[in-house]
Nanobody, 126 residues
Framework: QVQLVESVGGLVQAGGSLRLSCAASGRTFSSTVMGWFRQAPGNEQEFVAVISWRGGTTYYSDSVKGRFTISRDNAKSTLYLQMNSLKPEDTAVYYC???????????????????WGQGTQVTVSS
């Protein structure tokens, strides 16, 4: 079973940038669709971005499109989320997630993901 370990998030001012990483164990990372989700207090878990096995296909939520970039390094079994032009409404706990190895769909429902990281807090001050 893939284990996902996220980097520490942080506190950043509005307009700033932050990069999250997610290190995966196991040997199936390169055949696993990966995603990022977030959850703010009192809100449901929200889809942020998803990336295909080799990184050639990505999708973003409308709320982050143009500001966030999802990427991956299969040689390092690591997933990234580059967050630019951060806004206070981006404040949330961010989670990386993995679908089952071999799956190729980009279903954005959290229930379609098989493994989850522990979550990391990102706080954007105004």
């Amino acid at each position: 079973q893939v284990q996902l370990v996220e980097s520490v998030g942080g506190l950043v001012q509005a307009g700033g940038s932050l990069r999250l990483s997610c290190a995966a164990s196991g040997r199936t990372f390169s055949s696993t669709v990966m995603g990022w989700f977030r959850q703010a207090p009192g809100n449901e878990q929200e889809f942020v971005a998803v990336i295909s096995w080799r990184g050639g296909t990505t999708y973003y939520s409308d709320s982050v499109k143009g500001r966030f970039t999802i990427s991956r390094d299969n040689a390092k079994s690591t997933l990234y989320l580059q967050m630019n032009s951060l806004k206070p409404e981006d404040t949330a706990v961010y989670y990386c997630a993995a679908k089952r190895p071999g799956q190729t769909n980009f279903n954005q429902q959290p229930s379609s993901y098989h493994n989850w990281g522990q979550g990391t807090q990102v706080t954007v001050s105004s």
